[in-house]
C-alpha cells in the first residue's frame, strides 16, 4: 500500500512539473514547420488563462492555441479551415484589410455549419 501511494505522488509530481511550464511552444513549433510563420496573430491573456491564434490568411487555416489555467490538457489547439483570402492589394487600410478578413472568415464558417 505504501508502495502505491509513494508511485501516485511520483505520478502527480511530475504530471504538474510537466504541465507548470506550459507554454504550446512544442505545438507552435510543429505548425511554424508545416506552414511557415503566420500571417497574422491575435493573443489573449487574463488570470493566468492564454490564447494565442495563428492566421495563416491566404491558406484558409488558423490555428488556436490555449494554457494555463481552466485549461484541461497542458496545451490544447484547435484547427480552423476557411476560404483563403488571397485579395489583399484592393484593401487600403490596415483596419479596413481585417474587417474584410474578418467578414470573410464569418462567411466561410457560415457556409460551413449545416442546422441539420
Do not use: A
Request: proline share 3%; net charge neutral; with cysteine.
Amino acid at each position: 500500500m505504501r508502495l502505491i501511494s509513494l508511485m501516485f505522488i511520483v505520478f502527480l509530481s511530475l504530471l504538474y512539473l510537466q504541465c507548470s511550464d506550459c507554454n504550446c511552444n512544442s505545438q507552435k513549433n510543429k505548425v511554424r514547420n508545416s506552414y511557415g510563420e503566420p500571417e497574422e496573430t491575435s493573443t489573449y491573456s487574463s488570470s493566468g488563462y492564454h490564447s494565442e491564434t495563428w492566421w495563416y490568411w491566404q491558406k484558409g487555416i488558423s490555428f488556436d492555441f490555449t494554457w494555463g489555467k481552466d485549461v484541461n490538457k497542458c496545451c490544447d489547439k484547435s484547427t480552423y479551415t476557411f476560404d483563403p483570402i488571397y485579395n489583399r492589394q484592393s484593401i487600403s487600410k490596415d483596419d479596413s484589410l481585417k474587417t474584410y478578413r474578418q467578414l470573410q472568415l464569418i462567411e466561410s464558417f457560415e457556409r460551413n455549419i449545416s442546422p441539420y
